[in-house]
């Protein structure tokens, strides 16, 4: 059974960072894509960042140059630092991945929170 587990959220002052990290097992993560998503209070959730199987990145315009997504020395980990954190960057953060062969978002982990103050 597939299974993704976020760690890493907290509470932090606005210009702080924080680095966020998902473990993945149950499936061969290395040939996913693999992205974090979060969600704002009384909002959708979004698509934060992504990163291929070959370490394509791709970003949402309001975290691009703040945040890093990055695979981990064990290819079943994915990792999110964040830095120059802002109040509106609040949400609880998910990480996620698409069953093999799938264009979906299938596989979610149970989210972290991540509280900015201002």
């Known amino acids: 059974q597939v299974q993704l587990v976020e760690s890493g959220g907290g509470v932090v002052q606005a210009g702080g960072s924080l680095r966020l990290s998902c473990e993945a097992s149950?499936?061969?993560?290395?040939?996913?894509?693999m992205g974090w998503f979060r969600q704002p209070p009384g909002k959708e959730r979004e698509l934060v960042a992504a990163i291929t199987s070959g370490g394509t990145t791709n970003y949402a315009d309001s975290v691009k140059g703040r945040f890093t997504i990055s695979r981990g020395n064990a290819k079943n980990t994915v990792h999110l630092q964040m830095n120059s954190l802002k109040p509106e960057d609040t949400a609880v953060y998910y990480c996620s991945s698409p069953r093999p062969g799938s264009s979906n978002w299938d596989y979610w982990g149970q989210g972290t929170q991540v509280t900015v103050s201002s």
């Open positions: 149950g499936g061969t993560f290395s040939m996913f894509v």
